[in-house]
């Protein structure tokens, strides 16, 4: 083989190499439960979000290992907290996760489970 050809074909795979790079992985929390959640990502890149009912809310994380507590308050202000399981999120040079969580009055596609009020306002 030539060497432009080569050099061309190693230009390429170093282009591509960083376009992958680049990538960030994703969350998204769609809210199907009828009221407002309040979600705290914990996990590597902790954050919270505020998710109408009916809408959905993505945010750029690392990878890594997450859970999401949530709160969600109706409009006379009664609140519950949940607690969903453990999620992983990948990235790597060729790979990056786009998580997608669904919350749900009864639960969501994360196993929630109640917890108090005290360990939603806890530490991430």
């Given at each position: 083989?030539?060497?432009?050809?080569?050099?061309?074909?190693?230009?390429l795979l170093m282009l591509v190499a960083a376009a992958l790079a680049q990538n960030s992985p994703t969350l998204t929390v769609i809210?199907?439960?009828?009221?407002?959640?309040?979600?705290?990502?914990?996990?590597?890149?902790?954050?919270s979000l505020e998710v109408a009912s009916g809408t959905s809310q993505t945010v750029a994380v690392s990878g890594g290992i997450y859970y999401l507590k949530v709160r969600y308050c109706n409009s006379r202000g009664d609140c519950s907290y949940t607690r969903t399981g453990s999620f992983t999120v990948t990235q790597t040079p060729y790979s990056v996760s786009e998580i997608t969580?669904?919350?749900?009055?009864?639960?969501?596609?994360?196993?929630?489970?109640?917890?108090?009020?005290?360990?939603?306002n806890g530490s991430y």
């Open positions: 083989m030539n060497r432009p050809v080569l050099r061309y074909a190693g230009l809210n199907n439960a009828r009221d407002a959640a309040s979600v705290r990502v914990v996990g590597p890149s902790p954050g969580v669904t919350l749900h009055s009864t639960g969501g596609n994360l196993n929630e489970r109640s917890i108090s009020e005290s360990e939603f």
